[in-house]
Every structure is written in C-alpha cells, then in structure tokens.
C-alpha cells in the first residue's frame, strides 16, 4: 500500500512548506507506522482482555521464527534478520508491560 502524495507546489514543496519525502523515507514510515499500530492494537486486545500478555507475546514470537527461517532459506536474509530484532523489541516490550 503507498501512502497518499500530500499536494506539492510548482518548487517541490508540500503545501505545509516540508521538503516532499523520498520514496525511501516513504516507505521506512510505512513500516513504523504499521509497527506502531500492530503494537498499539495488541495492547489493546491485552486491555480488554481478548488476549492475554503470554497469546500476543506467543504471536510475536511466531513472527520471529519465521523470520529466522527467512535467514536460514537466504530468503532476503539481512532484511529478515532486522524484521526478527525489531519483533524482538515489540515481544520484550509486550512482556515487560505491566497491562
């Protein structure tokens, strides 16, 4: 999915006045904003009780390992490799949540 292309002026400017981002700006803010609502969805889910701490935490732990076979499969293994340290991060924070 790509996000939508603010209206730039005639000198490559936003209308806000902001520089117009690169593609590859573009789509590292993609991935952080889907980071963040993943994270903020499963909080969620552990607040009103749908899943517990120990379900999300196992769903993300799920995602690792399948990145870590993306490794061990040389199936783009440096991007796979920093997928599985970011889902890290998002495990080891899920767990340490006091929710």
Known sequence: MNPPNPPVKSDGRQHDGHSVPSEQTKHLACGDAAL????????????????????????????????????????????????AGVLSTLANSLAAAKL
Do not use: F, K, W, Y
Not at 62 to 70: D, K, L, N, S, Y
């Open 36 to 83: 963040t609502l993943i994270e903020c969805l499963m909080v969620a889910l552990i607040e009103h009780r749908i899943l517990t701490t120990h379900e999300t935490v196992g769903a993300v732990e799920a995602a690792i390992a399948t990145q870590r076979q993306m490794v061990a499969d040389d199936d783009h293994p440096e991007i796979a490799s920093t997928a």
